[in-house]
């Protein structure tokens, strides 16, 4: 298909991809709009900007209780940090539109001249890249600089990162990264500005991979391993002048970036302060206040649910609230490769136990919440709204509970434990309260955010219990189900999505079959019904659907919650009304 040809190809996949979508008008998010919202909701500002268009100069400052996780693009999969990441530091081969509400779903071309040509029954990908890229020390961005991070994302040492390369690429099985300088032969580069893509199996949705970090240039010169975290080298319109981890990370402009060649990022800032180590109730009350320095911050964080009753009722205050859809499953993960939860009847128990009416209300209530019934969110499900196939009450049924321990050897209960991060201590203990009904005693462990992927990723050291969530990264089944449910991706560090390390033969290979449909609309039917039988044989329980409550300052302008990047705000477009209240 020719070039000319691609924005038709982008167009026919996005509707093939939005036959399960409400409201997708054409084009639809990787976490589009929550499907079967309620009209109570007592959200602010969906799909809205805030403070109309900025200013270009100023300092912004975003206000933090936690470092990132990784920053390096080959390990950078936290929905914040890769909306951090891909809009300020770094760009990729192809990127989301810089646009609230369904708009922002829409692919544009980033580093490449379009959304890539497919060939060979879209087993193989073409991306040319533009003209005049350039680092921040003015050296050009070439075709290799993407194969080598695409290569260095499989390497040991660097773990976490997005594994679409390690499913999808031709003769990846094996590969530990170009270290000791081996190279995949299914990434080619026949030139500086060319790069090809073999793949094992067709991946019509393959652009959407090519959004993810994974896909953006890292030079070799410039590598430093996992020392690269603290360092990324810039492709974007800033660059790290500072960085003092667990306290401040400071940007500047990248003087070598060039507007003509970005559609999508304004970097209106001139400067970009994260201040971090900061209470998230200090956050939320110092831009409840939005004065001094304060006008000109915004909150990384979600706003706590103890500090949504000093927002709600005071319209200005509330007017500067952003509260977009994460489109992301919380869940209680359950070890299924570990005595008792190897037993699927002690699964079900903790299933049937779960009070995920108290999980909502720790989290926020139902103006910031929706309680969860599927493994997907709703938009990926016909109709825009989860099914519910378990039946069980949002409050549990705590007899039933009790009798399916009876059933598994366990009538007195068991002890455990669940590792949340500092943030879900409410949620941690609105969960150990419900499963106590039932007699299953938990213990919590927290741990500080951005650490908290890493210790749950260790998967010979972690904890029964783990509580996170997992968002697709474009509207398909293909990217929730498997990265949360097959056994064939689990890794001893660094392990993502499959928390509950669940190991089913017939679940993978339903997976496969699906994988291999060629009629999209049949795969998703496909993975709605596949959805309901996971969560039969209860490797998890979902609790609730969050949205991403934001407070920015009374300075802030060009604010909107991306539905692409969790509900975060899009950094691509965010700065300052009125430059004479900056400060910094």
Sequence with gaps: MNKRTQAALATALLAALCLTQT??????????????????RATANNGTVIGGTPVKGGTLTILSNQDFSHLDPARNWVVGDMDFGVRLLYRTLVTYKAAPGAEGGELVPDLAEDLGTPSNGAKTWTFRLKKGLKYEDGTPITAQDVKYNVERSFSPDLPGGPDYAARYLAGAEGYQGPAKGKHLDSVKTPDAHTIVFELRKPFAEFPYATVLPTFAPVPKAKDKGPQYDNRPFSSGPYKIESYARDKQLVLVRNPHWDPATDSVRKAYPDKLVVTMGLKANQIDDRLIAGTGPDASAMSWG?????????????????????????????????HTGRAPFDNVKVRQAVQYALDREAVLTASGGPALNDISTALMPGSLFEGGKQPDTLKIPPTGDVEKAKQLLKEAGKPGGFTTTLTVSNGDKGVAEAIQQSLGRAGIKVTIETVDPSAFYDTIGDTKNRTDLTYTGWCPDYPSGSTFLPFVFDGRYIKEKGNSGNHSLFRDEPTMQRMDEIAAMSD??????????????????????????????????TNIAGAFGHTSFGGQIDYATVGLKDLSKSQG
């Design 520 to 553: 999209a609309a049949q795969a998703n039917k496909a993975w709605q019904q596949l959805d309901g039988e996971i969560l039969a044989k209860a490797p998890t329980m979902p609790t609730v659907v969050e949205r991403m409550p934001l407070l920015v300052g």
């Design 302 to 334: 979600k706003l706590r649910p103890e500090s949504t009753p000093k927002v709600l009722p005071k319209p200005d205050v509330k007017a500067r609230l952003l509260a977009e859809s994460t489109n992301c499953t919380e869940m209680v993960q359950m």
């Design 23 to 40: 409201g997708c008008s054409g084009s639809a998010g990787p976490r589009g709009s929550e499907g079967g919202g309620k009209s109570n």
